[in-house]
């Protein structure tokens, strides 16, 4: 299966503790994306980067979360001091660098944390 | 201040009719549309996707139209199949980045 590919696919970790997610991109793709959608709504941008570089984050990423690509393939999503409010699916998305923004996004199967 | 927007939380559609979805935006600076389809408990998958520069895009039984001067699109799927029943998203670029703003979907249910 070459798709994007996450890790671990379900989370249920208690309030105040770390969690980590991993993300695997298409092969090709040098373009990688953090979304993150809770019932009821649409899959909220929180961060994407261009090979290692962090091009952009979005207001919903606090200081709790921070998300790296150290090599420019796999990523990963670590959120410190869990809250209630963190409780949603995790969503990586990778896309083929072009000569602009129309370029589609491919989704992995997110990544389901609950906290309790 | 939701940019993309999809005013109909659902939709049912009998077996082999035309199901239409519609996505409004209000950021001119929008210039790539994409659809998704997701299913519960998994990732969005890609449908179909269109440039700002065409008003209609079709791939098999999808077809996504563009008004530009109305800022709206609209997904057409015929004939719709019982497969077909999830929830529908739009999503839009700004031009000039590589993020996408999503609406919040549309539940689709197609009727045997």
Known sequence: DTGVSQDPRHKITKRGQNVTFRCDPISEHNRLYWYRQTLGQGPE???????????EKSRLLSDRFSAERPKGSFSTLEIQ????????????????KGGSSGNTIYFGEGSWLTVV | DQQVKQNSPSLSVQEGRISILNC????????????????????????????????????GRFTVFLNKSAKHLSLHIVPSQPGDSA???????????????????TRLKVLA
């Open chain 1, 45 to 55: 941008f929180l961060t994407y980067f261009q090979n290692e570089a962090q091009l």
């Open chain 1, 81 to 96: 001091r869990t809250e209630q409010g963190d409780s949603a699916m995790y969503l990586c998305a990778s896309s083929e």
């Open chain 2, 24 to 59: 409004d935006y209000t950021n001119s600076m929008f210039d790539y549309f994409l659809w998704y389809k997701k299913y519960p408990a998994e990732g969005p998958t890609f449908l179909i996707s269109i440039s700002s520069i065409k008003d209609k895009n079709e791939d």
């Open chain 2, 87 to 105: 929830v529908y998203f739009c999503a839009a670029s700004p031009s000039g980045t590589y993020k996408y703003i999503f609406g919040t979907g």
